[in-house]
């Protein structure tokens, strides 16, 4: 079964400090790994979009990597703000044509001032 | 890309009541989808919406409880039918643009249901 596995669940961090997100997939072959901002209330916001090929992509203060090998992604969040409080959600697409993306469920970020 | 509006942003509804909740997309897709979210939860696919065509429901969705039109390239509508506690969400419209392995996928601001 395809599935797509986050942790930390919840993580809380204080302002400036860096942080790392994980996301362990099964779905294979892929098409593309994307990492999704979502702020209370609201609809999630893309921040990185990897296709199977790419090892990193940066978006300002966030970076993604991506290990197919072990498949394996992570999130890397440098110098945190309290605007950085949201959850963080790994969505893997699988290479079958279609639109069944897989969605993690998410970290829930909490930067403390 | 491409922005996405929802209505309404929320609501509270009496049990075994019907919302229908509206989704704008300022560029023509041709697929829309509608997602849940419930509290705590990640999204799940409920139907893909294709214009001029019936919509594509997963597996636990229903037409009759979930009834979608899709009348033109911008516009979708998702209607909650006959409400219970359990319906509780947030409804999200998304798109997706672009092709093959880069495509990205927009998603609307939600719409918060309480069903009490």
């Known amino acids: 079964k395809n599935q797509v596995e986050q942790s930390p669940q919840s993580l809380i961090i204080l302002e400036g400090k860096n942080c790392t997100l994980q996301?362990?997939?099964?779905?294979?072959?892929?098409?593309?790994l994307r990492w999704y901002k979502q702020d209370t209330g609201r609809g999630p916001v893309s921040l990185t979009i990897?296709?199977?090929?790419?090892n990193t992509k940066s978006n300002g203060r966030y970076t993604a990597t991506l290990d197919a090998d072990t498949k394996q992604s992570s999130l890397h969040i440098t110098a945190s703000q309290l605007s950085d409080s949201a959850s963080y959600i790994c969505?893997?697409?699988?290479?079958?044509?279609?639109?069944?993306?897989?969605f993690g469920a998410g970290t829930r970020l909490f930067v403390k001032a | 890309s491409a922005v996405i509006s929802q209505k309404p942003s929320r609501d509270i509804c009496q049990r075994g009541t019907s919302l229908t909740i509206q989704c704008q997309v300022d560029?023509?897709?041709?697929?829309m989808f509608w997602y849940r979210q419930q509290p705590g939860q990640s999204l799940t696919l409920i139907a893909t919406?294709?214009?001029?065509?019936?919509?594509?429901?997963e597996s636990g969705f229903v037409i009759d409880k979930f009834p979608i039109s899709r009348p033109n390239l911008t516009f979708s509508t998702l209607t909650v039918s006959n409400m219970s506690p359990e319906d509780s969400s947030i409804y999200l419209c998304?798109?997706?643009?672009?092709?093959?392995?880069?495509?990205?996928?927009?998603f609307g601001p939600g719409t918060r249901l309480t069903v009490l």
């Open positions: 990897m296709t199977f090929s790419e």
């Open positions: 969505v893997v697409s699988p290479n079958t044509g279609g639109f069944k993306t897989i």
């Open positions: 560029s023509q897709v041709t697929m």
């Open positions: 998304s798109v997706s643009i672009g092709r093959g392995v880069a495509d990205t996928q927009y």
């Open positions: 919406a294709n214009q001029g065509s019936e919509a594509t429901y």
């Open positions: 996301c362990n997939y099964t779905v294979s072959p892929f098409s593309n």
